[in-house]
């Protein structure tokens, strides 16, 4: 067994934005890299609205054409129809075809070296002497294998790597039901938001312009909300349509869904597998958006495998070098952005009504135009930390945390 040839070097499993960026860059370094993708065409089913930023785009490397529009700000709703007009003078996201996204990455990774295997699901694997064996099934009942030295989970929230080694997941996990929809006169650069904690328990409904009468719509619902889970985000969104006038003439043109994983995972690697993405939850717990997270998780994945390969050293020891790599760069933005998500969740559809009527006025807006960054929340967030509703929300929970550690040091102690 010692002497064994394996067939990749690498194998990743998933072949979206993620998936084939860790690809691209280790296969660029001379090593057989394999993308094993569930779907018979990358960049299908669509999961996300596009909404990017700049900066996400620029690290991608993936060309300009993709954008379909650029959002120069937002206009939040708030459960009384009170609007938030957040309107900026420069570019705060861009809105891309995400399934030609997908496909220039999928064809950068190709470029660089590595192979892509479509319609393979992994279902499973085994530890060999000196590698992994990577057991996938297709759509037509066949199964096949593959071995290889290190795997890296890229398949998404539900992820199989991560759930065969009984790695911890994601604390919450948002699902979404979104749609690409006709809106007739609807247009512009600004995305809008819906806060009701009715209609969208524990998240939120958008509207984003793509081009004039084109548009992105959906909605999102969380588990940690205490609602009537017969209510599915489909119905919800029907809901969100029915209440906001800003919808009226809407046609649904495709429909589609997804998971969001929210929270921080302590351990993302084990002996000769990492995990990047979703499947790492790098992802920003306020919106939800996982590529720019999960684009620097890939390059760090990436560096970390090809060091790893270049020491034969794929033990769980070596491989934390990852999960220390990525926290360092942006856990505590992720951390800090579940901080304010708990304070988040646990106001009434009244508290957030009085806080955004409390936003709106003019030093505020400029503060939130000034400092908004679609990457980096804590920013922002730092400074309405300082207004009086959310500092006190603030106060409020770190008492509630003091309290809840103190009661069960108590429950340890006796």
Known sequence: MG????DYDVIVTGGGPIGCSAARDIAAQGYQVLILEEHQKIGEPVQCSGLISERALKISRVSNKVVLNKLKGAVVHTPNK??????????????VDRGAFDRDLAA?????????CHGKRVVSFDYLTD???????????SNCSFTCKLLIGADGFNSVAARLLDLPPAQEKVTLFAAEV????????LAHIFLDHLLAPGWFGWLMPVRENFARAGIGRSPLMNRDWRESPRLLFEKLIAKYPIFKGLEVLKTTGGIVPIGYLERTYDTRV???????????????????????????????AIEALQKNDFSRAFLRTYQDAWDEDF?????CGLKHREIFLDMDNGEI??????????????????????????RLAAKLSLAPPWANRFLENGLKVLLRGLAQAAECRY
């Open 274 to 304: 990492l995990l990047a993405g979703d499947a790492a939850a790098q992802v920003k717990p306020i919106s939800g958006g996982g590529l720019y997270l999960g684009l620097k998780g890939a390059s760090f994945c990436a560096a970390t």
């Open 131 to 141: 590698g992994l064996k990577i057991n996938t099934t297709s759509g037509d009942g």
């Open 331 to 335: 856990g505590l933005e992720i951390r």
């Open 108 to 116: 950068q990774a190709a470029g660089a070296g590595a192979k892509i």
């Open 82 to 95: 009170n609007i938030l007009n957040l309107k900026g003078d420069r570019v705060y996201g861009v809105v």
């Open 182 to 189: 006709s809106l007739p006169g609807f247009g512009g650069h």
């Open 3 to 6: 002497d064994q040839v394996l």
């Open 353 to 378: 009504e009085f806080l955004i009527g409390f936003l709106n006025k003019p030093y505020w807006r400029k503060i939130i135009l000034k400092y908004g960054d679609l990457d980096y929340h804590s």
